[in-house]
């Protein structure tokens, strides 16, 4: 939605007073961080950006201010939030390493799956729980998310994060939305593919988007194939639905 609002032309924007605004709230997806700045420069320090889910209820959250001075972030856990990230083996990251983020807001009851006590417990990690996302704490406690832990694609031994990909990729002009994943190679046991919506009217083509994302990321990030579609296959929610693009794959029907 950020991105949409940004690419309204001029005079649409200046034509609303936007002086009433006092509060924003915004979720469900890190935000990439030149969005969010202009965002912030467009209507003023009233952006804040809370990470939670159904499971763990809200233990994360953070403020404009906090969102220009750690650019990036998610937020820190806020009262009766906690957060701590793990390695596959148990055993608790250092600054900076990646690994599963457990969290919980303590200040809200706990839950279970209806009917599937196992995905409970698998869940959990010391009364701490995980949806299956991958990230890191800074030395001040910052949050940052690298990717969904089932999104995450090794490639020729590399971890490579999808996000990171796709938060660089909207950033192109005439990419309404995009979405990039693993798919199996002989060679490498996964490699990059993107599919890519563009907007409506414009003229994108594979060897362009190759060329953007080469200066920004490192050319083992820039995927290999890209398909081109009219609607990316959306959740209820409005996320992408990935898993749908992934089937889809498989079928042949994006190949």
């Known amino acids: 939605m950020f991105v949409r609002l940004l690419r309204l032309p001029d005079e649409t924007r200046r034509r609303y007073d936007l002086s009433s605004l006092r509060f924003i709230i915004h979720?469900?997806?890190?935000?990439p961080v030149d969005v969010k700045r202009a965002m912030i420069e467009w209507w003023g320090p009233v952006i804040n950006e809370y990470l939670g889910s159904t499971e763990t209820g809200?233990?994360?959250?953070?403020?404009?201010?906090?969102?220009?001075?750690?650019p990036g972030t998610v937020g820190r856990a806020i009262e009766g939030g906690i957060v701590r990230i793990f390695r596959p083996d148990g055993t608790p990251?250092?600054?900076?390493?990646?690994?599963?983020i457990f969290m919980r807001q303590t200040l809200i009851s706990d839950f279970d799956y209806h009917g599937n006590a196992k995905a409970r417990a698998e869940a959990d990690r010391d009364g701490l729980i995980s949806?299956?996302?991958?990230?890191?704490l800074d030395a001040d406690g910052y949050l940052f998310l690298c990717d969904r832990k089932r999104d995450m694609v090794i490639s020729g031994g590399v971890n490579i994060y999808?996000?990171?990909?796709?938060n660089t990729l909207i950033g192109m002009e005439g990419v309404?939305?995009?979405?990039v994943f693993g798919v199996p190679d002989d060679e490498y046991g996964e490699r990059l593919?993107?599919?890519?919506?563009?907007?409506?009217?414009?003229?994108?083509?594979?060897?362009?988007?190759?060329?953007?994302?080469?200066?920004?990321?490192?050319?083992?990030?820039?995927?290999?194939?890209i398909r081109f579609m009219d609607a990316l296959p959306r959740e209820a929610t409005g996320k992408i639905f990935k898993r749908k693009l992934r089937d889809l794959y498989r079928e042949g029907q994006l190949r």
Request: net charge negative; charged share 25%.
């Open 58 to 70: 809200i233990p994360v959250w953070h403020s404009s201010a906090e969102a220009l001075a750690k």
């Open 162 to 166: 999808p996000a990171e990909i796709e």
């Open 193 to 225: 593919f993107a599919c890519v919506e563009p907007d409506t009217g414009a003229t994108l083509s594979v060897a362009a988007i190759q060329d953007f994302l080469r200066g920004k990321l490192a050319n083992f990030k820039v995927p290999r194939e």
């Open 27 to 31: 979720g469900a997806a890190p935000c």
């Open 131 to 136: 949806v299956g996302d991958v990230g890191y």
């Open 93 to 100: 990251c250092d600054v900076g390493e990646p690994g599963e």
């Open 176 to 179: 309404r939305d995009c979405a």
